[in-house]
């Protein structure tokens, strides 16, 4: 630990969340999030929507972030932001923000991977919350990724497996639409499946080779069974909803497990950290927690606030950087894509 405390404010901007935190080190001071509610009638995220509402959130955000924290503007260390992946016009909003005012207070800007904060929020201290030892098996799952990742250090990451077409978040949300449900759906299908039976419709896993994954397949399936079965009685949905979702859930679940089961006889890893917005997911936290005394595994889960995009998982990255002397200067630019 440093002698002088890091004062980070971060800035998370990648998707539909506007979100700002301010760290003492490893410490989250204040952490705030801003959603955008224009989505849902749409079914999804709408960039050009996305971007704009960013626009009108990111200063208040910003300022609310500070005011929490009670960290005076001009005792910030450093900015860090979110580079990447993400939508574009949302990543420019925070980008540009975090460049301006780093320049305006003279402290570095630190770039952020937004993959790699969701695998690094677990180094936040945060009391009752375990932190894993280097080196650990991630499984970071959201809308927008399905990967399996090696993490030998802070900086030292690689990817073993991923997803060949869907990701899960988006199975999870594809199959709820089909359902009827709506968006954004994955969070009402663990809600659902609490109270049906996992074992009432049999959905195929899908046969992949390696540590890799594929969703597409078991979105038509699913697609498929829903149309088959409503033609034959129109309430169908509505007469076995919790024992759909509970089915779609408990194939999804058992997907993810297999390739980790896979993943940690490969490797001779055991320590198994979850991260991104599906990590919310409840089934998914039970299962990995009791994956715990059945195959003797240290399981990570990291606390609710940052499973789903947050800045604090920003902020942990950048300090960790900030120690290494890892800065960016102004030329930094956003990117939709970004290298892991």
Not at 27 to 54: C, D, F, M, T, W
Not at 56 to 69: C, E, F, R, T, W
Request: proline share 5%; hydrophobic share 45%; net charge negative.
């Amino acid at each position: 630990m440093p002698n002088k405390d890091i004062f980070i404010l971060a800035i998370e901007s990648s998707c539909d969340d506007t979100a700002a935190a301010v760290l003492r080190n490893n410490i989250v001071l204040s952490n705030v999030v801003a959603g955008q509610k224009i989505h849902e009638e749409y079914g999804g995220v709408v960039p050009e929507l996305a971007s704009r509402a960013h626009q009108q959130n990111i200063v208040p955000v910003i300022d609310m972030a500070l005011k929490k924290s009670g960290i005076p503007l001009q005792n910030l260390s450093a900015i860090a932001f979110t580079q990447g992946p993400g939508l574009m016009g949302s990543l420019l909003v925070g980008t540009s923000f975090a460049k301006s005012l780093a320049l305006a207070l003279n402290i570095p800007l630190i770039a952020v991977n937004h993959m790699h904060a969701h695998i690094l929020a677990h180094f936040i201290d945060e009391e009752g919350f375990n932190k894993p030892e280097f080196p650990f098996l991630a499984l970071t799952i959201s809308g927008g990724h399905t990967q399996i990742v090696k993490v030998a250090s802070f900086f030292d990451m690689e990817i073993i497996g991923e997803t060949t077409d869907d990701a899960v978040g988006e199975a999870f949300d594809k199959s709820a639409k089909i359902m009827g449900l709506p968006y954004p759906g994955g969070p009402l299908i663990d809600k659902f499946a609490k109270e049906g039976n996992p074992n009432k419709f049999a959905f195929t896993k899908p046969k992949v080779p390696g540590l890799n994954f594929s969703f597409s397949g078991l979105k038509t399936q699913i697609l498929y069974f829903i149309q088959k079965n409503v033609v034959i009685n129109p309430n169908f949905i509505e007469e076995n909803k919790a024992d759909i979702c509970a089915s779609i859930q408990y194939t999804i679940i058992e997907i993810l497990m297999d390739k980790l089961k896979l993943a940690v006889a490969e490797t001779g890893i055991n320590q198994i950290a979850i991260g991104g917005g599906v990590s919310a997911n409840s089934g998914i936290r039970a299962t990995l927690k009791a994956a715990e005394a059945k195959y003797e595994w240290k399981t990570f889960v990291p606390k609710f606030e940052y499973t789903t995009d947050n800045a604090a998982m920003i902020g942990i990255v950048g300090y960790q950087k900030y120690l290494e002397n890892k800065f960016n200067d102004a030329g930094v630019v956003s990117k939709a894509r970004i290298e892991f």
